[in-house]
């Protein structure tokens, strides 16, 4: 079982930046990704990364202006969002699954809470 917890959102203006975090409670060889979720809207893939850092994965929305990265030895995944835009604004989730594909699809075992990204224009 793996526990999952985001931090490090906060409100800011557009075209500043913000970097994500997302503690697990253990070590895993899982893949995880970043999720956002708007009011009144779908959960939406926005990256993803395999569990040995080597692959990731982005949203075309978010491509070029987001970076995932991990650090396995902190049991920490991050999202370094730069550039940020009005329409990021959205409950930022991670997810971890051993399957990095289900995690695309938003189909992975564990979640977090989220935390809350607020981009003003």
């Known amino acids: 079982q793996v526990q999952l917890v985001e931090s490090g959102g906060g409100l800011v203006q557009a075209g500043y930046s913000l970097r994500l975090s997302c503690a697990a409670s253990?070590?895993?060889?899982?893949?995880m990704g970043w999720f956002r979720q708007a009011p009144g809207k779908e959960r939406d893939f926005v990256s993803a990364?395999?569990?040995?850092?080597?692959?990731?994965y982005y949203a075309d929305s978010v491509k070029g202006r987001f970076t995932i990265s991990r650090d396995n030895a902190k049991n920490t995944v991050y999202l370094q969002m730069d550039s940020l835009k009005p329409e990021d604004t959205a409950l930022y989730s991670c997810?971890?699954?051993?399957?990095?594909?289900?995690?695309?699809?938003?189909?992975?075992?564990?979640w977090g809470q989220g935390t809350q990204v607020t981009v003003s224009s």
């Open positions: 253990r070590r895993s060889t899982y893949a």
């Open positions: 990364i395999s569990w040995g850092g080597g692959r990731t």
């Open positions: 997810a971890a699954d051993p399957s990095i594909e289900r995690v695309k699809l938003s189909l992975g075992q564990y």
